[in-house]
């Protein structure tokens, strides 16, 4: 019973394709996000999102969207990928936005 | 905004000796510092926090200082064994930074056999 799940694990693409990851969370809570973490782990927080509000990272490119269908889920969708895409995703639940986060165990984006 | 700094970037200790990771934020209005755990092939893992109001906490081999007037907290872990091998990340958290967690850049913990 994983608390964040996220798919796929792994995605290997070509540079210019499009690309979906999907997370899904059944702690039933309120705020989900979703972070990069590069070659050098450094976490950046990419998007936070509740039903009431979208935050988005303002050095996040345009190309990165979430896609919320319902509170349990929040998918990211990447346009023309780039080398420099290449990263882990993880996606990420909490309670009312503040306290412990819940991540996934990642998905690794490898952009050739 | 806030601005953590985390040292050392890597260390590298004895089974057995205890150690300690150091972060300075820069918000003096943050109030929530948590520790996350990463291992291997896995996302982040909550193992200890923090808030304003005290100095100190401890969780068996792990332990938190905060120091509000330094603006510095530190994650202390005693008994050190291999599966802390890890990378471990500070964060701070406050209103100036809209509720949303400020991190470290992470550092390394090895322990050596």
């Known amino acids: 019973d994983t608390a964040v799940s996220q798919t796929p694990k792994y995605l290997v693409t070509q540079m210019g394709n499009d690309k979906s990851i999907k997370c899904e969370q059944n702690?039933?809570?309120?705020?989900m996000y979703w972070y990069k973490q590069d070659s050098k782990k450094f976490l950046k927080i990419m998007f936070s999102?509740?039903?009431?509000?979208?935050?988005i990272n303002e050095t996040v490119p345009n190309r990165f969207s979430p896609k919320s269908p319902d509170k349990a889920h929040l998918n990211l969708h990447i346009n023309s990928l780039e080398l420099g895409d290449s990263a882990v995703y993880f996606c990420?639940?909490?309670?009312?936005?503040?306290?412990?986060?819940?991540f996934g165990e990642g998905s690794r984006l490898t952009v050739l | 905004g806030e601005n953590v700094e985390q040292h050392p970037s890597t260390l590298s200790v004895q089974e057995g000796d205890s150690a300690v990771i150091k972060c300075t934020y820069s918000?003096?209005?943050?109030?929530?510092f948590p520790w996350y755990k990463q291992e291997l092939g896995k996302g982040p893992q909550l193992i200890i926090d923090i808030r304003s109001n005290v100095g100190e906490k401890k969780d068996q081999r792990i332990a938190v200082t905060l120091n509000k007037t330094a603006k510095h907290f530190s994650l202390h872990i005693t008994e050190t064994q291999p599966e802390d091998s890890a990378v471990y990340f500070c964060?701070?958290?406050?209103?100036?930074?809209?509720?949303?967690?400020?991190w470290g850049a992470g550092t390394k913990l090895i322990i050596k056999p």
């Open positions: 999102y509740n039903n009431k509000e979208l935050i």
């Open positions: 918000d003096s209005a943050s109030n929530y």
């Open positions: 964060a701070a958290m406050g209103q100036d930074s809209n509720y949303q967690l400020i």
């Open positions: 702690l039933g809570h309120d705020t």
């Open positions: 990420a639940s909490s309670q009312d936005g503040a306290g412990e986060l819940f």
